[in-house]
Every structure is written in structure tokens, then in C-alpha cells.
Nanobody, 125 residues
Framework: QVQLVESGGGLVQVGGSLTLSCVAS????????MGWFRQAPGKEREFVAA????????LYADSVKGRFTISRDDAKDTVTLQMDSAEPEDTAVYYC??????????????????WGQGTQVTVSS
């Protein structure tokens, strides 16, 4: 059974930093592209960032490019989202997701098969 467990959410001030982590189990982590999505109240879930299974490629939403960094540690079955220069618009529940074995990275939720429960991030001004 695949499980993705996010952690690291919380309250951060505008301009501050936060690190989100997601630990995976029940799958051969190194074979899966991984992604982060977020959903703000009253809005649809949106793509944030993704990293290929080989860690050679990353993809970012325009809204976070240059501020967020996605990385992975296959030895620890962990994917991380480093959030810098936080903005109020970053307030949302953040979800970790796993794609398909040896698949590509795409900015759509339909290309990810496994999801975590989410972690709340609130950016205060």
C-alpha cells in the first residue's frame, strides 16, 4: 500500500521560508516522478512543482519559479519543497504526489496516481 506523508507545514511570515517534506512508502521511490500541488480555499488544486524519477529534470509553476525548489533524496524516500520569499498567495494545503513508474513530469494532477493527505501552509502579513 502506497503512502505519502507530508510534514513541515505551518505559519510563516511574508518573505519567510518553510521546508515541506514528504516521505513515501510502499513503492520503489526512485522509479517515480514526484510532485507538489496546492489547494487554497475555494480554489481548484493547482500544480506547484515536479521532479523526474532520475532527478535530472524539474518543473515549476510560473507563480513559484525562482522562489521554490523541489528536490529528492532517494536514499530516504523523501521529496522536499523549499519555499522561500513566501507570499500571501502561497497560503494553501500542500499535497505531495507520486506519478507513474519511469514516467515523465507534467503539471497536471491527472498524471499523478498517489497522493498524500496534505499539510497546511499559512503565510501571514
Amino acid at each position: 500500500q502506497v503512502q505519502l506523508v507530508e510534514s513541515g507545514g505551518g505559519l510563516v511570515q511574508v518573505g519567510g521560508s518553510l521546508t515541506l517534506s514528504c516521505v513515501a512508502s510502499g513503492l520503489i521511490f526512485s522509479r517515480f516522478p514526484m510532485g507538489w500541488f496546492r489547494q487554497a480555499p475555494g480554489k481548484e488544486r493547482e500544480f506547484v512543482a515536479a521532479i523526474s524519477w532520475s532527478a535530472g529534470k524539474t518543473l515549476y509553476a510560473d507563480s513559484v519559479k525562482g522562489r521554490f525548489t523541489i528536490s529528492r533524496d532517494d536514499a530516504k524516500d523523501t521529496v522536499t519543497l523549499q519555499m522561500d520569499s513566501a507570499e500571501p498567495e502561497d497560503t494553501a494545503v500542500y499535497y505531495c504526489a507520486a506519478g507513474r513508474v519511469h514516467g515523465g513530469i507534467y503539471p497536471q494532477a491527472r498524471d499523478f496516481d498517489y497522493w498524500g493527505q496534505g499539510t497546511q501552509v499559512t503565510v501571514s502579513s
